[in-house]
């Protein structure tokens, strides 16, 4: 078809899609699905061959976030049954990352929950850097602690973070209605200090709160134009004992579309398949893969994911292969202007630079411990656009019983 032909082409020669073509792509049909992830495909493949990337995520501090955000499971008055516990030791952090570089991860992403940072916390998430790097000094870490301070990105930056994530989640227009304690003025402040200060910048979405397309495209090309090095696609997981347990949204055909959306506007970007692939998703998991090049290895903050080793297997039998620690994610010409950035301490704006709450994106372990399921009222019948609908998967759901601030071993 004339669109796919026209964004296939623009893709290969790293151009950015209009908006018009953008929606276009989610209003295609079922019927023409395969033909979109192919499209997109071919551009996955010009920027970053059949490499995928993989990330591993260490929970620093679980729940108790005085934050609002409807979405997460561990905001404020959320009566979802997560772990919930204070600050990791650094070197309980450091075991913790080491299983997930030992199954292939190559970035190690840490994470807690809260508003933001003191200075006291930027110490702690130092040290645990510290003990990270002594073990596998070639791993990258990304740090998410929710709205960043004057000089904070610059101390992660000092102390050998390598990017900073904090997502948008979704359009400035819709994100006071997912939010209060926060503005989408802050999110964006954040992302711009972070890059200011030399980190590569990791800013995303989530998909399936009830938002229109316009709303997608919106938050897409906002992240385009703020830099993102990465931009991690999550799936709504509906906690129950959060205020968005019953927006079940997405089917699978709807999660590819948006990810051969995201691609298009990002053809060059590393674009992460992140929490929610595995309810939403479902077994089209692979088909994600010719779509974006990253992924989160095992389980996610709050819920788990699929097996580790089921991970790896899904990768190489769709005829992919793990990114290894000596390979650079993005293309020359990006990382060219990224590797300048962080050796001048920082980009200026993105238009002059590189075209990367608190959360890192999946609020989101196999154990002996019974899984925890959410539960959510039938959904509505859906149409061939990708509405809502289909049987609900809502056994997927699983809270984390594993990992980091559990006495079990870590799903990697």
């Keep these: 078809m004339d669109l796919l032909d ?22 295609t049909t079922d019927d023409e699905l395969l033909d979109v992830v192919a499209a997109a495909g071919k551009v996955r493949r010009r920027w970053f061959g059949r490499r995928v990337k993989l990330n591993y995520l260490v929970n620093l501090k679980s729940g108790l976030c005085p934050e609002d955000c409807s979405y997460c499971s561990q905001r404020l008055g959320s009566k979802a049954e997560i772990l919930k516990y204070t600050w990791l030791k650094p070197d309980q952090a450091a075991d913790a990352a080491r299983a997930g570089v030992a199954g292939g991860a190559k970035r190690v992403c840490l994470v807690a929950s809260g508003r ?36 904070q990105a610059e101390r992660l930056k000092a102390a050998g973070a390598d990017a900073y994530n904090h997502n948008l989640n979704t359009s400035e227009g819709t994100y006071g ?62 906690f129950e004992g959060t205020p ?3 927006e079940w949204n997405l089917t699978p055909q709807r999660c590819l579309r948006i990810l051969a959306m995201v691609r298009f506007v990002n053809p060059d970007t590393e674009v992460r398949i992140a929490g929610g692939r595995e309810v939403h998703l479902r077994t089209m998991q692979p088909l994600g893969l010719h779509i974006a090049n990253s992924i989160f290895l095992g389980d996610y903050l709050t819920s788990e994911g699929q097996a580790g080793q089921t991970d790896l297997d ?62 959510a009222e039938p959904a509505e019948e859906t149409t061939d656009s990708g509405e809502p609908g289909g049987e609900l998967r809502s056994d997927l759901v699983k809270v984390r019983r594993r990992g980091a601030g559990t006495e079990l071993a870590p799903n990697a």
């Design 6 to 27: 026209t964004l296939t082409a623009k893709g290969l020669r790293g151009e950015v899609p209009t908006r018009e073509e953008a929606l276009a792509v989610l209003a």
């Design 116 to 151: 933001g940072p003191t200075d006291r916390d930027i110490d702690r998430v130092t040290d645990t850097m510290a003990a990270i790097k002594e073990a596998d000094p070639e791993v990258e870490i990304c740090v998410c602690l929710g709205l960043l301070s004057d000089n």
């Design 177 to 238: 209605t997912i939010t209060k304690t926060h503005t989408y003025a802050d999110r964006v402040d954040t992302v711009q200090k972070a890059h200011g200060a030399g980190l590569s910048a990791c800013s995303g979405l989530i998909a399936g709160m009830g938002e229109s397309d316009e709303d997608l495209v919106d938050v897409v090309f906002a992240l385009r134009e703020l830099g993102s090095d990465s931009v991690p696609v999550n799936f709504l997981i509906p």
């Design 244 to 246: 968005l347990a019953k």
């Design 314 to 375: 899904m990768i190489k039998d769709a005829g992919f292969e793990v990114e290894g620690a000596g390979e650079a994610t993005l293309p020359r010409h990006r990382a060219d202007v990224a590797e300048a950035a962080q050796a001048g301490g920082g980009c200026g704006t993105a238009a002059s630079a590189c075209g990367s709450g608190g959360g890192c994106g999946p609020c989101g372990g196999h154990s002996h411990t019974p899984a925890v399921t959410a539960s």
